[in-house]
């Protein structure tokens, strides 16, 4: 029934991307990491919905908006279990997970106190280094950001 | 390998590596040839360090280079709040390659990204110090002919020392190294460092006391204990005098070991040691200046 109708909802957009089965509490930071403060178009967005696979689940719908792979693997450093739906013409055209991507620019903090992208102007860059348990290299200091110590820009 | 930047170690194969350390022995045998005299170095001190400073320095000189630059930040535009973009952007046009230590880890490979000028990285917080690396790989294939098959002793403070890390990576380039690693507890060799010396095929022991392996080694690389490093300060008493190296010790070493230290030295090794033949780290200090011609002439294009 829950899948049935989360396919309503999503079928209610015309033209624009569904992003389902963000985990609770990530959906703002969702919106951040996709720029979506600024977009001008509609957005709809839910959190803690019931989720029969996770238990609460975070929703956002964008319309007349769809995202590249590069833009969209960003999220996957807070929502790996995201489902991206597409649609046009109240149609489902593409259903895909997001993979974590193998480096990551500008968004992602160092964690080392001492490295000078946390001291200057510098667009961070890290080095995916394990996808399973996410560990990112820091392109400027070596040091390793682990998936528990990851903040936003 | 013209026109690159050496920031860390790691940036350098083993192929790169000793083509460095052989120009240095060119260096060694005549270190004043004037291949810099049309050259304008910048050598930019963010943080004051004497012996990479003026080893650096000397090695321009010796080489007929002119050298433009400040020894610590305080007497340059970063004080007013100058952007290091901004200061690297500056200097590049004045100069032809950038010597510089700065106290924030990852602002060498920052600052040689801005444009096409080379940096030598001459230290960046506790990341990088990749000259000291290879003035340490030099000072072992100096002393015994070769950097295979090889017991190499660390002493100190192997949890928190630069100059070790880099060292145990530099050298698991090479073949069947076993490493001494000799620290109080709380200062081991990180766990991470251990797993890679053994994935490249090394292997390596742990002690609490240097006499426990110096009549069995090669390489004596010591270096400083720090007090601060010690949550109990007991503890310190306790332990620092087993990392303490006298002449005495050494009596019943191989004929070939070779003392080692990245210097400054407090008190880890006795006076009393300098005199012995094994002795070698002022030898050390001066390889620093024949790996850094080699490098400076490397990376403009001069051999």
């Known amino acids: 029934m829950e899948n049935k109708k989360t396919e309503l909802k999503v079928s209610a957009l015309e033209n624009g991307t569904v992003i389902d089965h963000i985990p609770a509490g990530h959906v703002l930071q969702v919106m951040r990491i996709l720029n979506l403060e600024n977009f001008e178009d509609q957005i709809y967005f839910g959190a803690n919905l019931d989720s029969k696979k996770y238990g609460k689940k975070g929703i956002i719908k964008v319309t007349n908006r769809f995202f590249k792979d590069v833009e969209i693997n960003k999220i996957s450093l807070v929502a790996p279990t995201a489902t991206l739906i597409e649609i046009r013409d109240f149609d489902v055209t593409k259903k895909s997970g997001v993979n974590i991507p193998d480096t990551v620019e500008g968004f992602a903090k160092c964690i080392n106190p001492k490295c000078i992208t946390n001291h200057q102007q510098i667009t961070t860059k890290f080095y995916v280094t394990d996808k399973v348990n996410l560990k990112m290299k820091c392109h400027y200091c070596e040091k390793i950001t682990k998936k528990d110590d990851v903040e936003f820009l | ?303």
């Open chain 2, 1 to 303: 390998m013209n026109n690159r930047s050496l920031i860390s170690i790691n940036d350098y194969s083993k192929e790169e590596i000793l083509q460095v350390l052989k120009t240095a022995e060119e260096f060694e045998a005549n270190p004043r040839q004037k291949i810099l005299k049309n050259h304008v170095i910048a050598s930019l001190f963010f943080e004051p360090s004497t012996r990479t400073r003026l080893s650096f320095e000397s090695a321009i000189n010796q080489l007929g280079g002119r050298i433009i630059g400040f020894t610590d930040a305080s007497s340059s535009s970063v004080k007013k709040g100058e952007s290091l973009r901004d200061t690297i952007e500056t200097v590049s046009l004045y100069s032809d390659l950038i010597v510089m230590r700065h106290p924030l880890e990852g602002s060498a490979r920052f600052a040689s990204e801005i444009n096409d000028t080379p940096v030598i990285n001459a230290g960046d917080g506790a990341n990088q110090h990749p000259t000291q690396c290879l003035l340490d790989l030099y000072s072992i294939k100096q002393t015994q002919n070769r950097l295979d098959n090889l017991d190499i002793a660390l002493v100190g403070d192997l949890k928190y020392g630069r100059t070790v890390h880099s060292l145990v990576i530099a050298m698991s380039m090479f073949k069947n190294i076993r490493f001494h690693l000799v620290s109080p507890i709380e200062l081991k060799l990180p766990r991470s460092i251990k797993d890679f010396i053994v994935a490249n095929g090394h292997s390596y022991k742990q002690y609490t006391d240097i006499s426990a392996v110096i009549n069995n080694i090669d390489i004596l690389y010591m270096t400083r204990i720090q007090q601060e490093r010690f949550a109990d300060q007991l503890e310190y008493e306790r332990v620092k005098n087993s990392y303490v190296l006298e002449n005495s010790m050494l009596d019943n070493s191989r004929d070939n070991l070779r003392i080692l230290h990245p210097m400054p030295r407090v008190n880890e090794i006795d006076e009393n040691v300098d005199s012995n033949k094994k002795a070698h780290y002022f030898q050390q200090a001066q390889n620093g200046v024949f790996v850094r011609q080699a490098l400076l002439a490397t990376i403009l294009g001069l051999r």
